[in-house]
């Protein structure tokens, strides 16, 4: 039975890292938006936040599989 707690607080913490991550990915869509239409934008800044965006997708996709459970088990 212990091992059932620990997997139900190991599960919302991994949903609540999930979630920040979603909220981190959708800030910095809104910043590379206002950066893009921005009259002085910044070339360099801009790419570097849409590597973080993409590394933040990948993160999130890679924890959305963990989460969910296997078919063939």
Do not use: C, Y
């Not at 212990?2 to 890292?17: I, K, M, S």
């Not at 590394?55 to 459970?69: C, G, Q």
């Amino acid at each position: 039975m212990g091992n059932t707690v620990d997997f139900d607080t190991d599960r919302e913490q991994q949903l609540r890292w999930l979630e920040g991550l979603r909220t981190e990915h959708r800030d910095l869509d809104i910043a590379i938006n206002h950066l893009m239409t921005s009259r002085h934008h910044d070339n360099m800044r801009i790419q570097r936040l849409k590597r973080r965006k993409l590394k933040l997708k990948d993160a999130i996709h890679k924890l959305e599989s963990e989460l969910i459970p296997d078919l063939d088990a």
